[in-house]
């Protein structure tokens, strides 16, 4: 009964072989190597971007660098101004050569300190008491709203506006003929003398700053005259008597004309 157990002869084995077993074949493949990568070229539109940025960073460095030079030198500018003391004021002229040996220093004038700009001179009146007095006694002391208000519409007309050019060469503003009417309708309630005091008080005002000191007058042009002229002794110049008849004067005037226009 041995015969169960013994094993069957093994077959030969050929020559050159082995006993190790051949390896367990995988289930996945190795996988591929990756393909070789080139570079990409960069598009216009990406070069051109690259190109404005780096042209507007230079634009900023050169921007920034300037800056700081022109502070630089504002601040060496300022500098010596604040720094150097004011030049002092040319010597008075003398009245002598400076080359002459025997002229004598001119003495130093004690220097005054410069006005200050808050100091006003008063102006010295130009009227005198009897003017004043002239003018306190004609001021009004009635006044009507309705001419008040006439003559400030008036103004915006152009008859109005084209007569002011005329005279005095600019429109004319109409801010004062309005202040006069409200005015008027202010004082329209008041009593009577409360109103004739307020009357007179405005058109004081009114003169004082046409008229008052330091402000254009006639007698800038015509002296005043303070008194009576004596019986006898105005309008007494003698005048050539006229040679040429009209005639004649208006043909010398003519040719005078003419000359004068050739």
Same mark, same amino acid.
């Given at each position: 009964?041995?015969?169960?157990? +013994? @094993?069957a002869?093994?077959?030969?084995?050929?020559e050159?072989?082995?006993d190790t077993?051949?390896?367990?074949a995988?289930a996945h493949?190795?996988?591929?190597?990756?393909?070789a990568?080139?570079?990409?070229?960069p598009?216009?539109?990406?070069?051109? @971007?690259?190109? @404005?940025?780096?042209?507007?960073r230079?634009?900023a460095? #050169?921007l920034?660098m300037?800056?700081?030079?022109t502070?630089?030198?504002?601040?060496?500018?300022? +500098?010596?101004?604040?720094?150097?003391?004011?030049p002092?004021p040319? !010597?008075?002229?003398?009245a002598?050569?400076?080359?002459?040996?025997?002229?004598?220093a001119?003495?130093?004038?004690?220097?005054?300190?410069?006005p200050?700009?808050?100091?006003?001179?008063?102006?010295?009146?130009?009227?005198?008491?009897?003017?004043?007095?002239m003018?306190?006694?004609?001021? !009004?002391?009635?006044?009507?709203?309705?001419?008040?208000f %006439?003559?400030?519409?008036?103004?915006?007309?152009p008859?109005s506006?084209v007569?002011a050019?005329?005279?005095?060469?600019?429109?004319?503003?109409?801010t004062?003929?309005w202040?006069d #009417?409200w #005015?008027c309708?202010?004082?329209?309630?008041?009593?009577?003398?409360m109103?004739?005091?307020a009357?007179?008080?405005h058109y004081?005002?009114?003169? @004082?700053a046409?008229y008052g000191?330091?402000?254009?007058s006639?007698?800038?042009?015509w002296?005043?005259?303070?008194?009576k002229?004596?019986?006898?002794?105005a309008?007494q110049?003698?005048?050539?008597a !006229?040679?040429?008849?009209?005639a004649?004067?208006?043909?010398? %005037?003519?040719?005078?004309?003419?000359?004068?226009?050739?």
């Amino acid at each position: 009964m041995g015969w169960f157990w +013994q @094993a069957a002869p093994s077959s030969p084995k050929p020559e050159g072989s082995s006993d190790t077993k051949p390896a367990p074949a995988t289930a996945h493949p190795p996988p591929p190597p990756p393909p070789a990568t080139t570079p990409q070229q960069p598009t216009p539109t990406e070069s051109a @971007a690259a190109a @404005a940025a780096a042209a507007d960073r230079e634009t900023a460095l #050169f921007l920034s660098m300037l800056m700081k030079e022109t502070g630089a030198t504002a601040d060496e500018s300022r +500098q010596p101004a604040q720094t150097s003391p004011p030049p002092p004021p040319p !010597p008075p002229p003398s009245a002598s050569p400076s080359w002459n040996p025997f002229r004598k220093a001119a003495p130093e004038e004690p220097q005054q300190p410069p006005p200050s700009a808050t100091t006003t001179t008063p102006a010295s009146p130009t009227r005198t008491p009897q003017s004043l007095a002239m003018s306190e006694h004609l001021l !009004p002391t009635t006044m009507s709203c309705r001419d008040a208000f %006439d003559y400030a519409w008036h103004c915006h007309t152009p008859g109005s506006q084209v007569n002011a050019v005329y005279r005095y060469g600019s429109v004319r503003p109409c801010t004062e003929l309005w202040d006069d #009417f409200w #005015f008027c309708m202010r004082t329209k309630r008041f009593e009577t003398p409360m109103r004739e005091a307020a009357i007179r008080e405005h058109y004081r005002a009114k003169e @004082a700053a046409k008229y008052g000191a330091g402000r254009p007058s006639s007698e800038d042009v015509w002296e005043s005259r303070d008194d009576k002229v004596p019986p006898g002794t105005a309008f007494q110049a003698e005048f050539e008597a !006229p040679v040429l008849d009209d005639a004649e004067f208006q043909r010398a %005037d003519a040719e005078r004309r003419r000359l004068i226009r050739e």
